[in-house]
């Protein structure tokens, strides 16, 4: 409850940037490849369930370009369920799982819209992420010919388009930096304070890593 008077005053004040990088909205995510598009969602999560892993969500991925749906299925999970990236087999497919890194799309509601919570989280009233009025996106009745408006922002495109100026900014190099060296003051040997500053890709790693809980 708190959490979410938090998140609530932070938003109101325009802040969604800071949230979506709170450590308990981490989740495990993971990519599972080589599941056409005819096995549901459903069917992959029970299947999941049996092989005894703890499933928060499944979604199927579809194309940036033309939304076309992908052999590609992303699962989100408790950070302790990370045995599912060495995951082999689901609904009798072969399959290969990959690691979504942490943070690679902010967090926003398929209830209001908003950034920096989940839809299990939200109080507030629906919005539709199509034509931004207040029902539930399934529930649209626009049309293609229609416009879409954004949710946040007004502007003729759904709310979810990374485009929109509502749209979290990445976490910049700068900041990745300053967290890096966050880590190093506490407690890192001086041998390793030279490396606070590595190249992007690097310290995008070591930042990913410094988010995940201790085992
Ligand atoms: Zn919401
Ligand atoms: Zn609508
Ligand atoms: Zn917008």
Redesign the pocket.
């Known amino acids: 409850e708190d959490y979410r008077r938090l998140t609530r005053a932070l938003a109101d004040e325009g802040r969604e940037y800071h949230t979506y990088s709170l450590p308990s909205e981490r989740m495990l995510r993971a990519v599972i490849q080589g599941l056409p598009d005819g096995i549901s969602n459903d069917e992959i999560r029970s299947d999941l369930e049996q092989q005894g892993y703890n499933i928060t969500s499944v979604f199927r991925m579809r194309s940036r370009r033309d939304r076309a749906p992908m052999p590609l299925v992303l699962v989100q999970a408790p950070q302790d369920q990370e045995d599912l990236l060495k995951l082999t087999r689901c609904c009798h497919l072969v399959v290969r799982v990959e690691a979504q890194r942490a943070n690679a799309n902010p967090t926003q509601c398929h209830r209001c819209q908003r950034f920096g919570h989940a839809q299990s989280r939200c109080t507030a009233a629906a919005k539709c992420v199509k034509c931004g009025e207040g029902h539930h996106s399934a529930d649209c009745k626009k049309t293609r010919e229609t416009p879409a408006k ?6 003729e ?1 759904p ?1 979810s ?1 990374r485009g ?4 979290p900014k990445k976490l910049t190099k700068k900041t990745t930096a300053n967290q890096q060296q966050h880590k190093i003051d506490h407690g890192a040997s001086t041998q390793q304070a030279k490396f606070a500053y590595p190249p992007k890709v690097t310290a995008a790693k070591s930042f990913a890593d410094a988010a995940r809980p201790k085992q």
């Open positions: 954004c949710a946040n922002c007004g502007g495109h709310a388009y929109c100026l509502k749209f």
